[in-house]
């Protein structure tokens, strides 16, 4: 229990209880599910602090949500075309939308946490996957999320002061960020602007900055540079002004020693995925190669999300 409540205590987020009037409405867990996610062998876990800051292994795992209601994720090996394993899916809750969900391996668990929005309240939800069974936990936030088209979670790990934000984009154009503050959150200001903008995932978190990587409806890709400090506006810049139109979301995973970013981005009009790999981060001058469609891996949901370690850094840019 004490390490339980330490790791998730480094994630900014808290220990997370199972109740049945602050929870949303559950569902029975599927038996003997085979999720990528629980098995620390895929590579995308880290179970220490990682000084060097960015992983060598290349595959990514992404997750999301299914009408039954359920989590389903697959590993994807970059390639062209790329190369997916799809896993089994397993029931949770019917969510709208979903944070990165990071993985924590401790002597006594391993399990994986992350946040949903259940139409316009906010949860935070723990799997546990130390059984044959997972064992989603949920925990009620609040609500006043009805706005919110778009959120996304940073979790620097490396060096004290830990910290975790969550931003959220509004259909009132604005780019809202908040604080993890025990139980809740703390709102941290707004930043207008964002109107035009449709997609966002993180691909990097620094003890100074934060950086997000935001779609636009008219296609374009941009980097958004958050700095720690309150007063600091965002820094933008372009990376390609055309060609990501489609997308409803994204998820990043960090690839090789050189800061290098796999970007997955999901059309919810075909339900299909199609996964990039992206230099570090630099403007126009950003490498960008693209892998085409995932063969064979529908997501009949509304959206994709990152899965990861809970020390896995991006550093994207």
Not at 113 to 119: P, T
Not at 282 to 292: E, I, L, P, R
Request: aromatic fraction near 12%; glycine fraction near 12%.
């Amino acid at each position: 229990m004490k390490l339980q409540r330490f790791a998730l205590a480094l994630a900014g987020v808290g220990m997370l209880a199972a109740t049945a009037a602050a929870g949303p409405a559950t569902a029975a867990v599927r038996s003997d599910p085979t999720p990528a996610i629980a098995n620390p062998a895929t590579g995308n876990l880290k179970t220490t602090p990682n000084s060097k800051l960015a992983s060598a292994g290349c595959r990514q795992d992404v997750g999301f949500n299914t009408p039954t209601p359920g989590i389903n994720d697959f590993l994807v090996t970059p390639g062209k075309p790329p190369r997916p394993e799809l896993y089994a899916e397993f029931r949770f809750v019917g969510t709208r939308l979903n944070t990165t969900w990071y993985g924590v391996q401790t002597d006594a668990h391993l399990y994986y946490h992350g946040l949903f929005v259940q139409g316009g309240t906010l949860y935070r939800g723990v799997t546990y996957f130390d059984t044959d069974n997972p064992r989603p936990t949920y925990a009620r936030i609040g609500s006043g999320w009805s706005s919110f088209t778009q959120l996304v979670t940073s979790n620097y790990a490396i060096t004290a002061p830990n910290r975790s934000y969550l931003y959220g984009l509004s259909t009132n154009g604005s780019l809202y960020r908040y604080a993890a503050s025990g139980a809740t959150f703390r709102a941290l200001g707004h930043f207008p602007g964002f109107k035009g903008f449709k997609a966002m995932t993180v691909i990097s978190e620094t003890p100074t900055y934060d950086t997000l990587l935001m779609t636009t409806k008219a296609g374009a890709l941009w980097t958004v540079r958050i700095p720690a400090a309150a007063s600091t506006k965002p820094i933008l810049k372009l990376v390609r002004s055309t060609g990501f139109a489609a997308y409803e979301s994204l998820a990043a995973r960090e690839c090789g020693d050189k800061g290098g970013t796999l970007v997955t981005g999901f059309d919810n009009d075909t339900d299909s995925v199609y996964q990039y790999a992206m230099s570090k981060f630099n403007g126009s001058k950003t490498a960008v190669t693209s892998y085409g469609r995932i063969p064979g891996a529908t997501v009949p949901g509304t959206g994709i999300f990152s899965i990861t370690g809970h020390w896995n850094q991006l550093v994207g840019e």
